[in-house]
């Protein structure tokens, strides 16, 4: 259960200013089907966070206690340097999707391998639970990525932004920090 409230608020302070969100926002915007987009968001974050917690649950047996703090520390220095730039906005697509396959599809391409997915997998593999983790984390990507949908252009900046951005990235540098020197038995 700490796995579920652990990636919740990690997958919420790292999607909040990440391209999957705004990529979202502006697929949204393009479309002018916002629930649509954001069940589609829904769905494709649920499969690459599965897919994060599947890893964990397969790694989790593998690994030292020390070896699960380290993988942690790495996968939250990870998403400190990802906060540290600003997202980019997605390039307008030539494809004539609906706006639920649209956004599956672009969830997948920007989601699979970011951060997020890095956190889900740690926290899932330094619980043992990769489950909760991977629940969690679709949980709270979800809320940021609604907010940033349905906030509209100023939350969008706000979010975006340095002055949520780099307080963000320095939360995550602090964890990486404690995780590395709990991995290495120093505190």
Do not use: C, Y
Request: aromatic share 4%; proline share 5%.
């Amino acid at each position: 259960m700490d796995a579920l409230m652990a990636a919740l608020i990690a997958a919420l302070l790292a999607q909040a200013s990440d391209r999957t969100a705004l990529g979202a926002a502006v697929l949204a915007d393009r479309t002018g089907r916002p629930e649509a987009v954001l069940l589609g968001t829904l769905a494709a974050l649920a499969i690459a966070n599965a897919l994060a917690g599947g890893a964990a649950v397969v790694m989790a047996p593998l690994l030292t206690p020390n070896a699960r703090a380290l993988f942690l520390a790495l996968a939250l220095g990870s998403a400190s340097l990802g906060g540290l730039r600003a997202a980019k906005p997605p390039a307008e697509g030539g494809a004539r999707l609906g706006a639920f396959a649209a956004a599956v599809a672009s969830a997948l391409a920007l989601g699979l391998g970011d951060r997020t997915q890095f956190l889900t997998a740690a926290l899932g593999v330094r619980s043992g639970s990769g489950v909760f983790a991977a629940i969690g984390a679709t949980l709270g990507g979800m809320v940021a990525i609604a907010a940033v949908v349905l906030g509209g252009p100023p939350l969008r900046r706000l979010l975006g932004g340095p002055m949520v951005r780099l307080p963000v990235a320095g939360l995550f540098l602090v964890a990486a920090i404690a995780a590395g020197l709990s991995a290495f038995r120093l505190i």
